[in-house]
């Protein structure tokens, strides 16, 4: 008889589905500088993004940030810990893990499994920023399940974080699925 494969997905993991994070409010408040460095990263020059009196003309009134900005706007506060600096202390840490969920406010995953990968986002555009918008967010996990792989168990991890205004003006809804190998 084969061994049965492990079971990642414990009663303690199941009981964290639909668990959903207080919500965890950017740093900075969205500003034309950080627009125009995304529209760089991203080599996006339209006009929309940058230039006051175009943007004035388009049904926006005024300039907006990219549809995706929402997703960037959450950097590490002025004195906190570099996460990465956890690179130094743990050889084996990966620079990704569980970092997303800790940093949107969502409890660790108790799964025993070391490697992880974007097994894809699933994004609903609704609104966009504005500069001076303060981005907040509200994540759950939506679902965690295991399929059994060519070399073994996979863990998916289905993160839905809804990202809004502080004035309650939802921008973005994204589904991120997480593979755990």
Not at 17 to 42: L, W, Y
Request: glycine share 8%; aromatic share 8%; net charge negative.
């Amino acid at each position: 008889m084969a061994d049965q494969p492990q079971n990642y997905v414990t009663d303690e993991v199941r009981a964290l589905i639909g668990v959903e994070s207080a919500p965890v409010t950017a740093h900075d408040a969205v500003e034309k500088g950080a627009i125009r460095r995304h529209c760089q990263a991203i080599m996006d020059d339209d006009a929309l993004y940058w230039d006051d009196e175009y943007a004035a003309t388009t049904p926006y009134g005024g300039v907006v940030a990219p549809p995706l900005f929402p997703l960037h706007a959450f950097r590490r506060a002025p004195g906190t810990p570099d996460p990465l600096d956890q690179a130094l202390e743990d050889p084996e840490y990966d620079g990704a893990g569980q970092g997303l969920a800790a940093r949107l406010g969502l409890p660790v995953l108790p799964i025993k499994l070391k490697r992880m990968l974007n097994g894809g986002n699933d994004v609903e555009v609704l609104a966009l920023a504005r500069p001076g918008d303060r981005i907040v967010a509200r994540s759950r996990y939506r679902d965690v399940y295991q399929k059994e792989g060519k070399t073994g168990p996979l863990v998916f991890v289905i993160v839905e974080t809804t990202y809004s205004t502080e004035a309650g003006q939802d921008l973005l809804l994204s589904r991120q699925t997480q593979v755990w190998r």
